[in-house]
Nanobody, 130 residues
Framework: QVQLVESGGGSVQPGGSLRLSCVVSGSPWRHYCLGWFRQAPGTVREGVAAIHTGGRQPYYADSAKGRFTISHDAAQKTVSLQMNSLKPEDTAMYYC???????????????????????WGQGTPVTVSS
């Protein structure tokens, strides 16, 4: 029932910015975990950032800290990823994901593990090149 749809991907030069958005629908949960993952060809899917809709402090991969910002809009039921100072190594398919945390925890355990998330969007591509 839970559906996620990403948008905002595209091509950008190094140092540029993109804002990805993901609309969540059909969620039966009051609060849950939302994450952004990325996967380049031939690589594993890695967590970029995540946020608990009822939490306050988001989670970031080391590669994203200081450059990316994840945000959740409860009214619009969206999660966004503002990406600044993009690098070629950021090139990947970006996915948003959702999952109810175990026991209804107010944090997202193993937030950067794709296996912890059961609901996924279709992905939106990001290409960073000159």
């Amino acid at each position: 029932q839970v559906q996620l749809v990403e948008s905002g991907g595209g091509s950008v030069q190094p140092g540029g910015s993109l804002r990805l958005s993901c609309v969540v629908s059909g969620s039966p949960w009051r609060h849950y975990c939302l994450g952004w993952f990325r996967q380049a060809p031939g690589t594993v899917r890695e967590g970029v950032a995540a946020i608990h809709t009822g939490g306050r402090q988001p989670y970031y991969a080391d590669s994203a800290k200081g450059r990316f910002t994840i945000s959740h809009d409860a009214a619009q039921k969206t999660v966004s990823l503002q990406m600044n100072s993009l690098k070629p190594e950021d090139t990947a398919m970006y996915y948003c994901a959702a999952e109810y945390p175990p026991g209804g925890a107010w944090y997202c355990p193993r937030w950067n593990n794709a296996n912890e998330f059961g609901y996924w969007g279709q992905g939106t591509p990001v290409t960073v090149s000159s």
